[in-house]
């Protein structure tokens, strides 16, 4: 009966996919890739605190910069601070510069978000994602 529209109405979307699916993919994996960042932070999560390291910035005794950021406990939250979301120490990035963040965990699998930047990654013990 209609076997040559049945084939057309077929292919035809299938193609229209193909043409739309590829510069997606394209943009996706290479919008991900910072060539040459002016900065990089490796965090380290812990079952109740992060460790951030600035590879980029060694001390005079040859190890790079450390920095443990552990969680405001409830008893010590000040008027101001977010339950559970504040912590001692900050991490400090600078403004407007090309930066690598690479995430990994030292016990179980934790989340690295920081939503101000659109930023989520998950931390997983053995894995580094950036």
Known sequence: HGQTIEIMWTIFPAIM?????????????????VMSPSMTIKSMGYQW???????????????????????????????????????????VVPMDTHMRFMVTSGDVMHSFAVPSLGMKMDANPGRLNQ
């Open 49 to 91: 605190y992060w460790v951030y390291e600035y590879s980029d910035f060694v001390k005079q005794n040859g190890e790079t910069m450390q920095t443990e950021s552990y969680m405001v406990p409830d008893d010590m939250t000040k008027l101001g601070q977010t339950r559970k979301l504040d912590v001692d120490t900050k991490t």
């Open 17 to 33: 996919t193909i043409f739309m699916a590829f510069p997606s993919f394209v943009t996706t994996y290479t919008s991900d890739d």
